[in-house]
């Protein structure tokens, strides 16, 4: 009886702890996804970058 007891409650704090960890770690899993998106757009934007993925594609595509 009391080896159930003490499971249970084990098992419901433990579960409790857990779950508020999990959405931490989502929210800190997000604010990263969007900082790495943000770096990024930057790089992509960049002249050089543009022109680059421009060549590739014209050449992918036999325009050149």
């Known amino acids: ?3 159930r007891l003490t499971r249970r409650v084990v098992q419901r704090v ?4 857990e779950q508020g960890l999990a959405t931490a770690e ?3 899993a997000m604010i990263a996804a969007a900082g790495f998106a943000g770096l990024l ?5 960049s002249d ?3 022109n680059l993925l421009s060549s590739i594609v014209e050449t992918a595509l036999g325009t050149r």
């Open 1 to 3: 009886m009391f080896h």
């Open 14 to 17: 433990t579960t409790t702890a």
């Open 26 to 28: 989502y929210a800190i």
């Open 41 to 45: 757009i930057v790089v992509l934007k």
């Open 48 to 50: 050089p970058v543009r």
